[in-house]
């Protein structure tokens, strides 16, 4: 199953403004200390890099451990300069990706 | 909470400008810690703050808000925030690059908390200096558990 | 004897209490936010699922039911139900299963999985808001009793009935909680311990765990009955779904 997420970005903002965004991400952030049903340690497998690109740019990067919660999510903000696209991008210890976008539109 | 964010701020005021690793010299674990986050420089308390509840429900998923006071601004902003937590197994828990294009130094989050603790949270700002806040995290166990 | 205790069960009891008002207030908060409300995320699995094709079929969840949120609201506040012909008690997850092996020609999933999590999440959140109000009959009195008897009988090692911690010690402490009435009101919820969403009868399953008892399978009729009964207790109590809880 591909990691499921949801981003919330508001749809407008003013130039100059300073906005959040929030992200959650559908992963189990395994620790690597925790046995399955048939006792086996299940292998740590955490997102561990997420980034925030906006229009193209890094505006923001997390790199996370087994210490963030299961099903991580995160606030964080970022100042409106130009309309345009935000990227998000994350990767797990499995190497498994995934991504989201979301547009935003930055008023005089 | 809020009795210990006035006593967090009331010791930020007095402590203002002293060295924080004179606080982590009765535990070594905590200093060589602090050590490997700011690559040896001096650390200073203050200007950080740690939000998270006194009495977490579940060291699963405990609440945290890192609020660093800074203008955010070209010339002074905060670079890196990280998360600590000593007792954690990996006590290294995140760590998040902001820029002047932040706006706000404040990222909020849900982490993993093994054990009654200090959640320490490490500030490195635009001109070098590393700035630490925390808060005194108590984990309560459920009484019903699945296995 | 069996008249008697009908009657005394199906007196009027006070106003029941959802588990949400026995949170702590990051529970609470977190469950009122749909945003940081991490059992959302299979609410939103549940949405796409509900339009993808399944089965021999080909046909979706919608290809029949359509919008789920004009189809399927207050759905969720019947179930369990029974249907008018016959036929075994159904909670959402087996009438999602019975969907899917009869109309879709699809593999019935397995109970707990993310799949049927997320679709139970999906159909139950669209009565979010509305009160439990399933209906007592001729079809389903039997299984009724059965889950009444459930409630009330003393088992395991620790030789409790469910009545002991959830209808004689309600918001008392137990360690560190503080026990609720043990409504499903806010099923399938995101339980912190867990660390994902789970169903009803994983809690419950919980139950006979702690009270050192035979645990039941999930979905097995002795739950789904229990489930009803429990049901019947919890009228009045808005639908939460995904409620969040310790």
Redesign the interface.
Known sequence: MSMLARVQVPAQARRGD??PIRIAIQHSME?G?RPDNFGRRIPKNVINTLTCR?NG?E????????????N????????A?NSGELVFDWVDDSGQRGSERAPITVTA | MSADRRRFLVSCSALALAPALALAQQNPQREALLREVTRGAALRIGRVLVDT?T????G????LRIAVDSP?TAADHVRRIT?L?ER?????????????????G???????VADIQDIIAVAELSDGSFWMGSAHVIV???????? | MLTLSAVAAEAPRPQPKSGIEY?????RA?QADDFGNPGMLWVARGEKLWSAPAGRSGKSCAGCHRDAPTTMKGVATRYPRRDVGGGELLNLEGRINQCREQRQGADVLRYESEELLALTAYVAHQSRGMPVNVEINDANRVNFERGRDTYYRRQGQMNLACTHCHEQNAGRK????TISEGHGNAYPVYR????SAGSLH?RL???F??VRAEQPAAGSAELVDLELYLASRARGLQVETPGVR?
């Open positions: 300073v906005f620790t200390y906006y740019v505006v923001f990067r997390a790199e996370m451990g087994s210490g963030v919660s299961a991580p999510q995160l606030q964080f903000y970022l100042r300069e | 509840p009495l977490a429900d579940n699963h998923s405990v609440p955010m998360i937590a954690n197994p990996r006590p290294v828990v995140a760590s998040y690059a902001l820029g002047p294009y932040s706006g706000r404040e990222i909020v989050t849900r982490i993993r309560t166990e459920l009484a019903c558990l699945e296995g | 949170a702590g207030g990051d529970v977190l137990l360690l560190a909680d912190l311990e867990w660390q994983r399953r919980a139950c765990f702690g310790r």
